[in-house]
């Protein structure tokens, strides 16, 4: 599947891969739960659920929380300081 924002081409070859411009971002699973995502030679960020599995806040892997966010319903989230 490809895609474009502000005319950046997005490729998505699979659950797994992303590549936008020229970078490639890899998503990690256990099962069918994404956990990780590592956006070219960052370090991994760990994706971390709520009470109801969904993935609401975003650390690195020194554990400090990089996003932190709230769905408010009709698909829009808000981002929690």
């Known amino acids: 599947m490809k895609g474009a924002v502000n005319g950046v081409a997005t490729i ?3 659950n797994h891969l992303e590549m936008s411009g020229t970078t ?3 998503y990690f699973y256990a099962g069918s739960q994404r956990i990780a995502i590592r956006a070219g030679a960052s ?3 760990w994706i ?3 009470h109801l599995s969904s993935a609401t806040t975003i650390a690195d892997a ?3 929380l990089t996003k932190n966010t709230n769905n ?3 698909g ?3 981002d929690r300081e």
């Open 12 to 14: 998505y070859p699979s």
């Open 24 to 26: 490639l971002t890899k």
């Open 43 to 45: 370090d991994p960020q």
């Open 48 to 50: 971390l659920g709520d």
């Open 62 to 64: 020194t554990e400090r």
């Open 72 to 74: 408010i319903g009709n």
């Open 76 to 78: 829009k989230d808000y």
